[in-house]
Nanobody, 118 residues
Framework: VQLVESGGGLVQAGGSLRLSCAAS????????MGWYRQAPGKERELVAT???????NYADSVKDRFTISRDNAKNTVYLEMNKLKPEDTAVYYCNAVVKVLAITYKYWGQGTQVTVSS
């Protein structure tokens, strides 16, 4: 699976951005999808995940500000980010996970930079 993120950029604190991640596979709907982020000098951390049945989960730090969604017809997962804070600055990565015959496969995109200025 190839994952291509887009939508990152520079935004002022309090602003909004929407990230997109397009998957190359037509069976996209079977994948659990997620967004992770990595700030300079820090480990990669989970931001939000969404299952194949569209059940979402969020990190406490982004709850009530970020929304993950998916459009299976477009093979795309989104991350709507509102009320952005400088601490949200990071490279954001898209992740796809599928389990086939007891083997878990994980895929990553190349990342998109999000910078929030104060």
């Amino acid at each position: 699976v190839q994952l291509v993120e887009s939508g990152g950029g520079l935004v002022q604190a309090g602003g909004s951005l929407r990230l997109s991640c397009a998957a190359s596979r037509s069976d996209f709907s079977i994948f659990a999808m997620g967004w992770y982020r990595q700030a300079p000098g820090k480990e990669r951390e989970l931001v939000a995940t969404i299952t194949s049945s569209s059940s979402a989960n969020y990190a406490d730090s982004v709850k009530d500000r970020f929304t993950i969604s998916r459009d299976n017809a477009k093979n795309t997962v989104y991350l709507e980010m509102n009320k952005l804070k400088p601490e949200d600055t990071a490279v954001y990565y898209c992740n796809a996970v599928v389990k086939v015959l007891a083997i878990t496969y994980k895929y990553w995109g190349q990342g998109t930079q999000v910078t929030v200025s104060s």
